[in-house]
Nanobody, 127 residues
Framework: QVQLQESGGGLVQAGGSLRLSCAAS????????AGWFRQAPGKEREFVAA????????AYADSVKGRFTISRDSAKNTVVLQMNSLKPEDTAVYHC????????????????????WGQGTQVTVSS
């Protein structure tokens, strides 16, 4: 099991940027696939971005493609979600997740692909 802690959320104006970090403790993030999901008020949790176990494959929701980038910083044992050109509809609680249910180069878009979750960090984008 890996413990995850998100940080970097906050309030930003539309068009701005935020950098979310997900720090892992207990295990190395190099041994896990990683994903970011978000949940807006009154809505179900949805997929945002994911990184394969190998670190060589990524996937993004259509709504964030071209604006968000997921990456892994092995030295800091973190996974980062760089969010640019933010829109009000990006407002949500963002959760990171880690898991080993997918294959080496497979990117998991489903919540069931992950076993461990962080508590989440709030992102609010004002118009």
């Amino acid at each position: 099991q890996v413990q995850l802690q998100e940080s970097g959320g906050g309030l930003v104006q539309a068009g701005g940027s935020l950098r979310l970090s997900c720090a892992a403790s207990g295990r190395s993030f190099n041994n896990y696939a990683a994903g970011w999901f978000r949940q807006a008020p009154g809505k179900e949790r949805e997929f945002v971005a994911a990184l394969s176990w190998s670190g060589m494959a990524t996937a993004y929701a259509d709504s964030v493609k071209g604006r968000f980038t997921i990456s892994r910083d092995s030295a800091k044992n973190t996974v980062v979600l760089q969010m640019n050109s933010l829109k009000p509809e990006d407002t949500a609680v963002y959760h990171c997740a880690a898991g080993r249910r997918t294959g080496w180069h497979i990117v998991g878009r489903e919540q069931d692909n992950y076993d461990d979750w962080g508590q989440g960090t709030q992102v609010t984008v004002s118009s």
